[in-house]
């Protein structure tokens, strides 16, 4: 089935890491960063975004058993990366398999959680 190869999967495993408390935001992999950097800019054009999307990589098993996520996440500071980590990791293969279940397509899913980096907090004056 295809829709589990689109955005829409990807999508889902976004929304899922970072709706996760001390997940600052995800952080797109280097062909996006590139891509982002190349793009032309204007004197008035809005600024390029990169969607949250590009911080999870989502590939099949190379024996076509199931699924690989990877998520690149920034946390938060003052809170414990390997917490966070584990809560990411557990949130978006929840909502993976979720997801393929309800597009009739119920397969195994790994999930890596990489950290790349600690955002400072930014506290109201």
Known sequence: MTVTGTPALLGAA?????AVPGVAGLQPRLG???????????????PHRTPP????RADRAPDGSGWHIEVRCVMTE????????R?????????VMAH??????????????TVTGIAARR???
Do not use: M, Q, W
């Open 78 to 85: 003052g809170r414990r990366a390997l917490d966070i980590a």
């Open 123 to 125: 506290d109201a004056a």
């Open 100 to 113: 393929l279940a309800a597009h009739g397509a119920a397969e195994p899913v790994t999930v890596a959680v």
């Open 32 to 46: 996006h960063r590139l891509a982002a950097a190349a793009a032309p800019t204007r004197a008035n054009a809005t």
């Open 87 to 95: 809560n990411v990791h557990d949130r978006v293969a929840a909502t």
């Open 14 to 18: 976004a929304e899922a890491a970072l």
């Open 53 to 56: 999307e590009a911080g999870v």
